[in-house]
């Protein structure tokens, strides 16, 4: 089974729109972190947010913004006034406390910005 | 800002042949990972690395695959007899974290290897 599943393969928005990508996990830890990476087409792997699963609080940084919902098991995140340089494959990640600190990914959503 | 790399960035090597990807972590960084990602696939955990033992490893980590730091610097990955289904990105990770807590990793920029 996935732990990870990121449903949103494509998405293709016009430069200024908002636009959110979903990402749902699933775990039977009660702790856990999960996290968001970027990979542009450049290859490397961003990193960009880290949220443990006692902190549901939203969070907000310039652009972006993430949305923990523990009762839906999501951690949707949301770029506002995209630009094109957000073009780019996006990875949500889990990591559960008992199978040690390996990563398990999404499979990703690819974001087109087209200006 | 300190960073993880990794040479070669790109390896050709023929199936068969043995393969060593390299890896300088970050330096106060105590936990190493490798990952690879199959073109336009996920990313997939291969073996993560801690006090100069493997601390855990997938199903993909089979007996074709090594890991382990020749001094106090690089962490390699060494595949021993390489197939055309290694043809993959690896990454290289490093955190500072140790279990049990977690934290985020970096990634260095790959090595793209093709087996041909």
């Known amino acids: 089974a996935q732990k990870v599943t990121q449903a949103q393969t494509e998405i293709s928005v016009v430069e200024k729109e908002d636009v959110t990508l979903d990402c749902v996990y699933e775990?039977?830890?009660?702790?856990?972190?999960l996290f968001w990476y970027k990979q542009p087409p450049s290859g490397e792997l961003v990193f960009l947010i880290r949220?443990?699963?006692?902190?549901?609080q939203n969070e907000i940084s310039g652009r972006y913004s993430w949305n923990f919902q523990k009762s839906t098991s999501s951690f949707n995140f949301t770029i506002t006034a995209s630009q094109v340089v957000d073009s780019a494959v996006y990875f949500c990640?889990?990591?559960?406390?008992?199978?040690?600190?390996?990563?398990?990914f999404g499979t990703g959503t690819s974001l087109t910005v087209i200006p | 800002e300190p960073e993880v790399t990794q040479t070669p960035s790109h390896q050709v090597t023929q199936m068969g042949q043995e393969v060593i990807l390299r890896c300088v972590p970050i330096?106060?960084?105590?936990?190493f990972y490798w990952y690879r990602q199959i073109l336009g696939q996920k990313v997939e955990f291969l073996v993560s690395?801690?006090?100069?033992?493997?601390?855990?490893k997938s199903e993909i980590f089979d007996d074709q695959f090594s890991v382990e730091r020749p001094d106090g610097s690089n962490f390699t990955l060494k595949i021993r007899s390489t197939k055309l289904e290694d043809s993959a990105m690896y990454f290289c990770?490093?955190?500072?974290?140790?279990?049990?807590?977690?934290?985020?990793?970096?990634f260095g920029p790959g090595t793209r290897l093709t087996v041909t």
């Open positions: 990640a889990l990591s559960e406390f008992n199978t040690g600190n390996q990563f398990y």
């Open positions: 775990t039977r830890d009660t702790t856990y972190y």
């Open positions: 949220r443990n699963s006692f902190d549901e």
């Open positions: 330096s106060n960084h105590l936990y």
């Open positions: 690395f801690y006090n100069n033992e493997i601390s855990e």
């Open positions: 990770a490093t955190t500072r974290y140790t279990p049990p807590t977690t934290g985020e990793q970096y």
